[in-house]
């Protein structure tokens, strides 16, 4: 005789193993692709800025992972950059948007990811 609450458990089990394996995928994808694209839309005076971005992960408790997309050496001027800010001496620098433009665009790829893993895993 079959146990059908242990099937179920079994099953459930290996959907959310599917589930992870799928939001793994997709966010290391779109974590990825987002600083690539970060280096290269970057203001480049020098090019150290642009060439800072990187990204950090982090286990979440659903036994997934999460990245964190920031710039590793020039972490103080994001803001300054995206926003634009006061000089010294009066007037303000103008700002140079190059972070909401890719934020916006990886936040739509996820959801892409995501949709297309699950339908075809």
């Known amino acids: ?3 059908l609450s242990a099937e179920i458990e079994k099953a459930l089990e290996e959907q959310i193993e599917v589930a992870n394996e799928v939001l793994e995928s997709a966010a290391q994808k779109v974590a990825d692709d987002a600083v690539k694209e970060l280096k290269s839309s970057s203001p480049k005076k020098t090019g150290k800025y642009a060439g800072g971005w990187g990204k950090e ?3 979440m408790a ?3 992972r999460s990245y964190t997309i920031y710039n590793k050496k020039y972490a103080n001027l994001t ?6 800010h006061a000089k010294v001496n009066g007037g303000r620098v103008a700002a140079k948007p190059h972070i909401a ?3 916006q665009k990886a936040m739509k790829d996820l959801e892409d990811e995501i949709k297309r893993g699950i339908e075809n895993g």
């Open 1 to 3: 005789m079959i146990d």
């Open 79 to 84: 803001h300054l950059l995206e926003f634009g």
């Open 62 to 64: 659903t036994r997934s």
């Open 57 to 59: 992960e982090s286990k």
């Open 101 to 103: 433009a890719v934020e």
